[in-house]
DNA sequence: AATTATACATCTGTTTCTTATGTATTAGCA
DNA sequence: TGCTAATACATAAGAAACAGATGTATAATT
C-alpha cells in the first residue's frame, strides 16, 4: 500500500526534522532513501517536494548546509541549526500527540450514546 | 493546543466518513462541534473546509442528503451511499495504517547503527 | 554500449485548505 | 426589548504544499 498523497501532506518538514534530529548531516538524496527503507515503500519522498522545503528550512535558518564532492558530483549535506534543534522538538512532539488524537478520534466511537 | 493547519489536512474526508460510519446521519454544524468535542478543542473543522468537501463528496456519489426544515432554518442531513460505506472502509483503514507508520517512524531511531 | 542509480534542481498545475464575507434564524441575557 | 452569541447554511479569493514532469550530469552495473 501506498499512502494517497493528501495524507503524507503536512509530514515531510516534521520528517525532515526528526531525520536529522537521529542524524548530525544528511543529504536530500539520502532521505528519500531512509524514508523508502524505513517505512517499506510505503512513504516515498518525491524530490519536487523535497528539494524546494529543504532550501525553505535552510531560508528560514532551520537548517544549514555544507557542499562536499564526492568525485566530481556534488552533494549538500544539511544538518540542524541551533533553532532547528529546537524546532525539530517541538514539532516531532506535535505530531506525536497529533498521532494520539487521530487514533482515537478513528478508534472511538462517535455516535451519541 | 491547536495542531498547525498542515498537519490536518488531507484528514477531513476521512474524519467525515468515520463520523457517518457511526451515526446514520449527521449535518455539517453538527460535525464541527462532535470533533471539537472528541478531542478537546485540538481539531476544528472550519466552515470554509467542511461545505466544499462535503458538496464534493455528494457529487462523488459518496454521500446523499435530506433537508429539513427545523422552525424556518434548514438543515441539511448527510448519510453515506453504499459506495461511501465502503469508501470509508477503506479511508479509515489507510489512515490507521499511516498513523501506525508515522509513529514509527517518529519514535524509531532512524541513524544507521 | 546501454541502462540504472545517484544527486542535484526547477517549474507548472492541481488539490486542499484558510480567511473573509454573506445571509438568515434562534436563543439567551441584560 | 434590544443586543449578542449561537446555530446553520453558503461562496469566493488567495495561499500553501505537493505531484509529476522535465532537465542536467556523474557513476555504476550489466
Given amino acids: 500500500m501506498i499512502y494517497s ?5 503536512g509530514t515531510l518538514k516534521t520528517i525532515i526534522l526528526k531525520l536529522l534530529r537521529d542524524n548530525p548531516r544528511m543529504y536530500g538524496y539520502e532521505m528519500t532513501q531512509r524514508v523508502k527503507e524505513l517505512t ?12 524546494p522545503t ?7 535558518g532551520i ?15 544539511y544538518s540542524l541549526t541551533p533553532k532547528g534543534k529546537t524546532k525539530g522538538e517541538e514539532k516531532i ?8 488524537t ?12
Fill in 102 to 113: 487521530m487514533k482515537f478520534l478513528i478508534g472511538a466511537q462517535t455516535s451519541i450514546s
Fill in 5 to 9: 498523497s493528501e495524507l503524507i501532506k
Fill in 63 to 77: 537548517l544549514q548546509t555544507e557542499s562536499e564532492y564526492i568525485g566530481k558530483r556534488v552533494r549538500k549535506y
Fill in 93 to 100: 512532539s506535535e505530531l506525536a500527540d497529533f498521532l494520539e
Fill in 40 to 51: 517499506g515503500d510505503k512513504i516515498q519522498l518525491t524530490e519536487g517536494a523535497l528539494y
Fill in 54 to 60: 529543504l532550501h525553505a528550512m535552510e531560508a528560514e
